[in-house]
């Protein structure tokens, strides 16, 4: 058991969501924290192993002497007095921790994330170079920037916790929380619904890209535009059926009449990585899967069925999947 | 004893064969089914206590590996979401509200007058309500999950999930009405044991020679008295709020959710201290017993005990780390979480010494203790 031991922190420490791979400033302080928490106790524990390995199997004199009990309450109490000042050391170690991942005073970018059952409306704030916009279980950031992200929730709590990157922090409904969120490297950082929402809170992922500064200003140019203009006949077919059908009281597209604020803003949705929040990368057979009957893929989401044409359901997933 | 000393503190003119008789009238079990069904003999009622207690664990563990079943491989098909949440929210209820708790108060129910010298727990007949009220609570959860209104809002029943708005049906009822049972249940037992430990020990045997599980059970038990209202004020508004239109913890009308986490951390922090006390009782008077000697430092013992009943309350709000408290509340409930391993480690080193001061037993419980380190 024990030779698996690092093996299976190996394992644990690897991949894009986890809060012993963090690639933020935040994730770091608190990945210090829990390395030097877990030592430090780990060698206490050995310390209290050893001792307790010569309680039992010591060699015994006859009969307790008084200078035996004595030594013994020197050496408890000694021992006493030393977890208390360990104790505090820790305690201490988790106030600079706590401190060092708090807001700082001015963030470069701010976001407004609102959580739902059971997905992540995103808004970006507009700037000096674009307007505002709105997207979907997708953030990009800047690599190497603070970015305050306000959470909110529109209906039961949630709770944002992207490990690789940042603490845990709660939406709750009526109240507006916040969290400092900043990647060193580039990278996609999973996240993931951490306070149980109901039936899908399973299915209830965000995707954090960090990405170059250039780059990240180049996304929120394309994500700031409307929809651009159509070329394939398919989408531009499924873009008809899509604004006939009842897919446009609930969603929006902007520079189309679609205006719905129930599901998620669609005009980029063909530029996220995945769709229903983490559940399927976003291909144009996905699209028409979820389109066709998202209740099975996804049971009890609020998205209903809405009956089809083969030759419709084929045109409106040409059409999401070209809304780049 | 000689026979003139014993007569000295007899009050009865009976004979010696006339008051065993009476005595053995009195106190022995009737036949019958009805009479085993309302016994009040708190050796029974420990035993059925403690047998219930086994069954809702075992139950508890085939829940678990349901759920282990579904998780083995990623997107398995082999329960429903829905299913799903209903089992891991009976998984913590039963093994919280219908075990672990219970199954400590039901050692001490068994334990604790023999312990302390007297022939039965105070209000033997409330002991064996709270038995009953347990075995309703228990059921009523059980069959509600049988015919698939089992509550599916988690253990905590966070609002405004478990609330009228997102909670359909009679679920979230089902959960709160089991909480007004299982701790209606376990105040019984805890004024009990306070009774029996302060007013009923033998002649002679001052609160500073009672064994280490009766101080452990008697701090348990303040604990209880203390916590279980905040829990029984949380469900009861909650029931309030989704059958009569209250608006406790709806934000919209100046409620707050919140308030919800706030008074079900008050009660569950403190749990953790219920289920954890009558644990370490049981380790030193195990370690005391089987290392022949009396555990070193008992009044050490006590007073970490005490200590660490009177922390329990302060520390609630570290379920609530990442609920958005302000930062300076937060830290304050970091130092106070932090400073309960203080008595937990002068219980650690007091054993430490006993074993080394005496000369230990390996024999089962022993060995469990050892393997509990």
């Known amino acids: 058991m024990v030779a698996l031991w690092p093996a299976a922190f190996a394992c644990g420490c690897s991949g894009n969501q986890s809060a012993l791979a963090p690639y933020g400033a935040p994730a770091i302080h608190v990945e210090h924290l829990i390395v030097g928490i877990v030592a430090l106790c780990t060698l206490i524990w050995v310390a209290v192993m050893l001792v307790l390995g010569l309680a039992l199997w010591r060699k015994r004199q006859q009969g307790e002497t008084e200078i035996q009990q004595r030594r013994l309450a020197v050496v408890v109490t000694a021992s006493v007095a030393a977890t208390a000042v360990l104790i505090a050391g820790m305690t201490v170690a988790s106030f600079y921790t706590t401190r060092s991942i708090g807001l700082p005073q001015r963030a470069s970018i701010a976001i407004t994330v609102r959580a739902q059952q059971w997905w992540w409306q995103v808004f970006y704030a507009s700037s000096a170079a674009t307007p505002g916009f709105q997207t979907a279980n997708e953030i990009h950031i800047p690599v190497g920037q603070d970015v305050h992200v306000r959470l909110e929730s529109a209906d039961v709590i949630h709770s944002f916790w992207v490990p690789s990157l940042a603490g845990k922090q709660d939406l709750v409904p009526g109240r507006s929380n916040s969290l400092l969120l900043r990647a060193e490297k580039p990278g996609v950082y999973r996240g993931q619904c951490a306070e149980f929402c109901g039936l899908q809170h399973g299915h209830m992922a965000v995707m954090v890209i960090a990405e170059a500064p250039a780059d990240y200003a180049r996304w929120t140019a394309a994500q700031s535009a409307d929809a651009i203009p159509l070329v394939a006949p398919d989408a531009a077919a499924g873009r008809i059926a899509f604004l006939a059908k009842p897919c446009a009281a609930c969603h929006t597209i902007r520079g189309t009449t679609a205006t719905g604020n129930t599901g998620p803003d669609l005009t980029h949705v063909g530029s996220r990585q995945t769709i229903a929040a983490g559940l399927v990368e976003t291909t144009r057979g996905s699209l028409a899967a979820w389109i066709a009957d998202p209740q099975t893929l996804k049971p009890g989401n609020n998205m209903p069925m809405v009956p089809l044409t083969s030759v419709e359901l084929q045109n409106i997933s040409a059409y999401m999947e070209s809304l780049k | ?373």
């Open chain 2, 1 to 373: 004893m000689t026979r003139s000393a014993e007569d000295g503190l007899r009050d009865t003119a009976l004979s010696d064969r006339e008051l065993k008789r009476a005595l053995a009238s009195t106190w022995s079990a009737q036949p019958g089914l009805w009479e085993a069904l309302s016994t009040v003999d708190h050796k029974v009622i420990g035993r059925r206590y403690i047998a219930t207690a086994f069954v809702f664990l075992a139950l508890g563990g085939v829940l678990s590996l349901l759920m282990r079943l579904q998780l083995a491989q990623p997107e398995a098909r082999f329960i429903g979401p829905d299913r799903y949440n209903q089992i891991f929210t009976m998984h913590g209820s039963n093994m919280m509200f219908l075990f672990a708790v219970p199954v400590m108060q039901a050692m001490a129910v068994y334990l604790v007058p023999l312990m302390v010298g007297t022939r039965n727990i105070a209000f033997p007949r409330l002991n064996a309500f709270s038995y009953w009220i347990y075995v309703a609570g228990g059921l009523l959860l059980w069959i509600a999950f049988i015919v698939d209104t089992g509550p599916d809002v988690g253990w905590f029943a966070y609002v405004p999930l478990s609330g009228p708005q997102y909670g359909a049906g009679k679920r979230a009822d089902i959960w709160a009405q089991m909480i007004t049972f299982t701790e209606l249940s376990a105040l019984a037992v805890a004024v009990e044991i306070v009774v029996t430990v302060f007013k009923q020990r033998a002649p002679g045997m001052s609160l500073d020679r009672i064994p280490l599980f009766v101080w452990s059970m008697l701090v348990t038990s303040f604990l209880v008295i203390l916590a279980m209202p905040a829990i029984m004020i949380a469900s009861t508004s909650l029931i309030l709020d989704r059958l009569v239109g209250t608006h406790f913890f709806n934000p919209a009308e100046g409620g707050d959710v919140l308030l919800w986490q706030h008074l079900f951390w008050f009660f569950g922090h403190p749990e953790v201290y219920i289920i954890f006390l009558p644990a370490v009782g049981m380790v030193s008077t195990i370690v005391a017993t089987f290392t022949g000697r009396p555990v070193f430092g008992y009044l050490a013992m006590v007073m970490a005990l005490v200590a660490t009943g009177v922390l329990a309350f302060g520390l609630w709000v570290h379920h609530m780390f990442v609920a958005g408290l302000p930062r300076l509340g937060e830290s304050f409930f970091t130092a106070s979480s932090m400073a309960i391993a203080v008595p937990a480690g002068l219980q650690i080193f007091c054993w430490l010494a006993t074993i080394w001061a005496g000369k230990p037993i390996f024999k089962t419980p022993f060995l469990f203790v050892m393997a509990s380190w």
